[in-house]
């Protein structure tokens, strides 16, 4: 079955500290993979996504994405965590069915 | 602003009531989804259209019916709802539905709902 994981429930970093937030597929075929981020109260935000390419991708805010394909993976990192990145992240991957799957969300909380 | 707006953004509705949630967009693109999104469960694709056309109905109960009278705006139809259905209804947009499509899709804000 496709599915998209996020082993993480809960991440909590120190402001400044580097943040990573996993996320791991099964899907068939070459998948399209995105990271979003959702506020309190508020809609998904993207900030990046993987196409084709370079494995290692920037989006917005700082943040970055490396794709693994050997490890199905594709984790969030920002290198010095800001109190304002808390919010809950979603990966989503679309499939070569056309299917986008999220992941469950994992919550970021930095702490000052 | 996300080139995506819901309205309302809040609503409270018996279980009698017939409502709408509305969504228009702003950025010229072809798809349009509902999401629902409950606590403590994964974010569920309700419905698709792409050039107006609904291409995927996952299985929703009909006391919600969607309408796409164009490309840019979006329907949710509410109609004897449950108290589960109470969530977060987020409708988004992408340029295009397709197998090839690496197209990224964007979320309005949400209309909360809560049934009574």
């Known amino acids: 079955a496709q599915s998209v994981a996020q082993p993480e429930d809960q991440v909590n970093v120190a402001e400044g500290n580097p943040l990573t937030v996993k996320c791991t597929y099964s899907v068939s075929g070459n998948p399209y993979l995105f990271w979003y981020v959702q506020y309190p109260n508020r809609g998904l935000q993207f900030l990046l996504k993987y196409i084709t390419g370079d494995n290692l991708v920037k989006g917005s805010y700082g943040f970055e994405a490396e794709f693994n394909k050997s490890q199905t993976s594709f984790h969030l990192k920002k290198p010095s965590a800001l109190v304002s990145d808390s919010a809950l992240y979603f990966c989503a991957v679309k499939t070569s069915y056309d299917k986008v799957i999220f992941g469950p969300g994992t919550s970021l909380s930095v702490i000052p | 602003e996300t080139g995506v707006t819901q309205t309302p953004r809040h609503l409270v509705m018996g279980m009698t009531n017939k409502k709408s949630l509305k969504c228009e967009q702003h950025?010229?693109?072809?798809?349009m989804y509902w999401y629902k999104q409950s606590a403590k469960k994964p974010l569920e694709l309700m419905f698709v259209?792409?050039?107006?056309?609904?291409?995927e109905n996952n299985s929703v109960p009909s006391r919600f019916s969607p309408e796409c009278p164009n490309s840019s705006h979006l329907f949710l139809h509410l109609h004897t709802l449950q108290p589960e259905d109470s969530a977060l209804y987020l409708c988004a947009s992408s340029p295009e539905r397709g197998p090839s499509s690496g197209n990224t899709i964007y979320f309005g804000e949400g209309s909360w709902l809560t049934v009574v």
């Open positions: 259209y792409n050039f107006k056309e609904q291409t």
């Open positions: 950025l010229g693109h072809n798809a």
